[in-house]
């Protein structure tokens, strides 16, 4: 009788620790895909949504999160790139007209310390 219901006891035990580890894995299953995809956002491209077409779950609403976060750095990253570009712009336009001026002073004037300094002017515009 007692072996009985110990192997009764141990039976259940083991069942429940079985479902435990199958209900976990199901609960954990999406929090563990959408690591793997930022993981592979950060390898790959960085343009793909990696948010889920269905239901309204917190892993839903966290992946839209992240999408939403993902666009906003595309679009900063965009306007960076575009102010280098245009700040690099505007500073080398007066530096050629410096330089050519320096040029010319080096090609019109005798004055030794004017072609001097004519010299290191345009050495410092390059």
């Known amino acids: 009788m007692i072996t009985s219901v110990l192997i009764i006891i141990v039976i259940i035990c083991s069942f429940s620790i079985f479902l435990g580890f199958v209900f976990a894995n199901r609960i954990i299953k999406p929090v563990t895909e959408l690591a793997n995809k930022v993981n592979r956002l950060e390898t790959t491209e960085t ?35 575009e102010f280098s570009s245009d700040a690099s712009h505007e500073f080398r336009t ?32 390059k």
């Open 94 to 125: 007066p530096l050629m007209g410096i330089q050519a001026a320096a040029e010319n002073l080096q090609l019109g004037d005798a004055n030794p310390r004017s072609v001097e300094l004519a010299m290191r002017i345009e050495a410092r515009c």
């Open 47 to 81: 343009t793909r949504d990696i948010s889920a077409i269905d239901g309204e779950d917190e892993i839903n609403i966290l992946s839209q999160a992240i999408d939403s976060y993902q666009h906003r750095v595309i679009e900063l990253l965009a306007r960076e790139r």
